[in-house]
C-alpha cells in the first residue's frame, strides 16, 4: 500500500507562488496523480491531475495557466507549482493516485483510492 505525504504548503500574499510536494513511500509510476484542494464550507475540488504517461494533464478551469503538474518517477514524487496566488486558492490540498486507465475520470474524487493527509495553503490580500 503505497503511502502519499504533501508538503510545501504555507502563507503566502497574493500573487505569489509555491510548490508543492507529493512524496510517495514507494514507486509510483503505476498511478496516475491528482491533486485536489478543499476550502472551509466548500466541497472538495480537482485542481489537477497528471498520467501515467506524464504528457497527460488536465487541469480545472479555474487554475488553467497558473499552476503546473509535475512529476518524477524516479523520486517517487508529484509536484504541483502554484503561481499567480489568490485567495480563493486558499485550501487544504491533497495528493492523491489512481490506478485508472481512464483519464476521464481523473477529475472525480471517486476515482482515487490513495490519498495524503494534506497540506495548507493561505494566500492573503
Known amino acids: 500500500q503505497v503511502q502519499l505525504v504533501e508538503s510545501g504548503g504555507g502563507l503566502v500574499q497574493a500573487g505569489g507562488s509555491l510548490r508543492l510536494s507529493c512524496a510517495a513511500s514507494?514507486?509510483?509510476?503505476?498511478?496516475?496523480m491528482g491533486w485536489f484542494r478543499q476550502a472551509p464550507g466548500k466541497e472538495r475540488e480537482f485542481v489537477a491531475a497528471i498520467g501515467r504517461n506524464e504528457a497527460n494533464r488536465i487541469y480545472a478551469d479555474s487554475v488553467k495557466g497558473r499552476f503546473a503538474i509535475s512529476r518524477d518517477n524516479a523520486k517517487n514524487t508529484v509536484y504541483l507549482e502554484m503561481n499567480s496566488l489568490k485567495p480563493e486558492d486558499t485550501a487544504v490540498y491533497y495528493c492523491a493516485a489512481t490506478s485508472t486507465l481512464a483519464t476521464s475520470r481523473y477529475i472525480d474524487y471517486r476515482s482515487y483510492g490513495i490519498w495524503g493527509q494534506g497540506t495548507q495553503v493561505t494566500v492573503s490580500s
Open positions: 514507494e514507486r509510483t509510476f503505476n498511478y496516475a
